[in-house]
């Protein structure tokens, strides 16, 4: 956990993730991908992907570890256990870590969950968490998390979350839905979208906050280097402006998972462009799916 005074230049010295995900199999029965896929970004922080056979949404998860405790970003789509084993997996990452660091493993490794917004395909898991020891798990809601975050009293703050060594920057960031929350890790400079910014169909709930919130992230990513701005989900193909049908369970020329701040920039252009026209807007690299209709 060193090094995480004022980083340098993250966002130039930042490398692809170069992850070839599990992106489901043309029949989902016989689909033998892992539950979850697990890819180390670096040894404290972890990205995890759903089996698309199990739910089609595949949802990215993170699980960030700082030295006074573990951040889990979101639970799945998938309540099962059987199914979906994300505390299994999540108490195996915790566990060879508090195997490799004596000092951490005499101190223990709470677990604080927090989400990103609360639709069904990031919250599912939740229940897997509710009688594990040591675990804070904060509803995902719009009273609950905004009363945690600060965001009832203040919207414009930016609450901070430390993991020991290791704070995360969280920003109300409605639009996709009204408890959207966006992380940002000082340490890596990874910005966590959820679904407000991803490679897929952003789909707009509030025009107008949803506006707000990706002025703001710019704004953000102005004053803070970003190494990648990450997502929830991968919905697009390699192909301009073409996505993956709604409930798709193969997806085997996805993009990558990463964005950068230009298309942050991107994306604020094609608000413009789309103005007040409701329904579906085509991108290169997303599609603007705008739910109403002001
Ligand atoms: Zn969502």
Not at 65 to 85: I, M
Request: proline residues 6%; contains cysteine.
């Amino acid at each position: 956990m060193s090094g995480r005074t004022q980083p340098v230049d993250l966002a130039a010295t930042a490398v692809p993730l170069g992850v070839d995900w599990i992106h489901g199999s043309p029949s989902a029965k016989h689909n033998t991908d892992p539950d979850i896929q697990v890819h180390a970004y670096d040894e404290h922080t972890f990205v995890l992907r759903q089996n698309m056979a199990v739910d089609y949404e595949a949802p990215f998860l993170y699980l960030l570890f700082g030295a006074d405790r573990a951040l889990l970003l979101d639970t799945g789509a998938t309540e099962s256990a059987a199914f979906f084993p994300l505390r299994r997996v999540v108490d195996e990452l915790i566990a060879a870590r508090l195997h490799a660091d004596p000092v951490a493993a005499q101190r223990g490794c709470p677990l604080l969950v927090l989400h990103t917004h609360a639709h069904g395909d990031h919250v599912a898991g939740d229940a897997q968490f509710a009688d594990r020891p040591d675990t804070t798990v904060v509803g995902a809601d719009l009273p609950t998390a905004w009363a945690y975050f600060g965001f009832d009293e203040d919207a414009d703050r930016i609450a901070e979350v430390d993991l020991g060594g290791r704070v995360v920057d969280c920003l109300a960031t409605p639009g996709h839905h009204a408890a959207a929350v966006t992380f940002y890790d000082r340490s890596t400079g990874l910005l966590f979208t959820g679904d407000t910014v991803y490679p897929g169909r952003l789909y707009v709930e509030d025009w107008a906050a949803f506006r707000r919130t990706v002025d703001r992230l710019l704004a953000f990513a102005a004053t803070h280097p970003v190494a990648h701005v990450l997502g929830c989900h991968i919905e697009m193909t390699r192909e301009p402006g073409v996505d993956y049908p709604v409930r798709t369970s193969y997806q085997p020329q996805e993009p990558a998972l990463e964005m950068t701040v230009g298309q942050l920039h991107d994306l604020r252009r094609a608000i413009e462009e789309v103005g007040d026209r409701p329904g579906r807007h085509a991108f290169a690299d997303f599609v603007i799916c705008k739910q109403d209709a002001d």
